[in-house]
């Protein structure tokens, strides 16, 4: 009889056979459960003091260091030493990028992650050229806070068809290369901050050394953002970021110490870019060589204005 009734009802059956299989559910169910929560990535130190030391030295300082170091030793026909520390800011950017991308919790599309990586790499090439030359123009009087046509050492120029061509270059340099360069590379934070959510409310914090580089990170980014001329794209991305958190939050998953860091650090630049534009808002002339709805100027543009002018 006791058989029949096993036979008639085999998932009722409870002797040592049926443990296993038990617990086999109970792991399966919990790894399934485990697999839905992506793990969490520790801050990257390392890689944000890389991404900050190179920001500054490569990038920002490249044009002063162009003006610090003696004419002679890099003669206006000749790179600067601000185009070799382009020419190294171009090869170590985009390793840093995809040392970052290789450490995101989450798989991110390769395809478009090569080819954001391969546009940033043309685009920063385009611009290093025009850039080269508009800043060796500075040691022949040309002025960024005026237009190229209004610069008083290019309007004179004879024939009148090579304004047309310090006008192509001048396209190549702030729109054509900018446009290359910046797309894809606030593009790949973007996709990296994608992944920096945790189902652990504990790991949504910054640690000691990360509120240490909040201050160099968001300075360089505002200099980015007015100097690069993009503040639509920069608040696009930081608007996306925002929406996105928003979005993960209905999941209850939280951003993780390196989202913290990027959106901490995109909300301090905003609020820079904004001192900046209130402090000179009322400039006329930078007013005029940046009209439109869109008032951001150009450090540069200041510096030539209102410091270099002076001396």
Not at 156 to 180: A, Q, R, V, W
Request: aromatic share 16%.
């Amino acid at each position: 009889m006791e058989a029949a009734r096993r036979r008639q009802h085999p998932g009722s059956a409870s002797g040592p056979e049926a443990q296993p299989s038990a617990s086999f559910l109970q792991a399966r169910h919990a790894s399934a459960q485990a697999d839905d929560v992506e793990p969490t990535a520790p801050f990257h130190l390392d890689l944000w003091v890389y991404f900050t030391l190179q920001n500054w030295v490569l990038d920002f300082g490249r044009p002063i260091a162009m003006l610090v170091f003696p004419l002679e030793w890099f003669p206006l026909n000749k790179p600067s030493v601000g185009d070799y520390f382009h020419m190294a800011y171009n090869v170590i950017t985009p390793f840093l990028l995809l040392k970052l991308i290789e450490r995101s919790p989450r798989t991110l599309p390769r395809s478009v992650v090569y080819v954001s990586i391969i546009t940033f790499i043309m685009g920063a090439s385009i611009h290093l050229v025009g850039d080269s030359v508009n800043h060796r123009l500075l040691f022949s009087g040309y002025q960024h806070h005026l237009s190229v046509r209004e610069n008083p050492v290019i309007k004179n120029l004879k024939p009148e068809t090579l304004i047309d061509s310090f006008e192509l270059l001048y396209y190549y340099d702030e729109y054509l290369g900018h446009c290359m360069w910046y797309v894809p590379f606030f593009l790949i934070l973007f996709m990296y901050f994608s992944g920096c959510f945790t189902a652990c409310r504990a790991h949504s914090a910054l640690p000691g050394p990360a509120l240490l580089l909040l201050g160099p990170s968001g300075l360089y980014y505002w200099y980015l953002v007015t100097e690069g001329q993009i503040f639509i794209l920069f608040l696009f991305t930081f608007f996306a970021m925002l929406a996105l958190v928003l979005h993960q939050k209905r999941k209850r998953l939280f951003l993780d110490s390196n989202g913290l860091f990027l959106v901490y650090s995109f909300a301090l630049t905003l609020s820079l870019v904004a001192l900046w534009v209130a402090w000179l808002w009322d400039d006329p002339v930078l007013r005029k060589k940046y009209p439109g709805v869109i008032y951001v100027p150009e450090p540069w543009a200041f510096y030539t204005l209102h410091v270099s002018s002076q001396h």
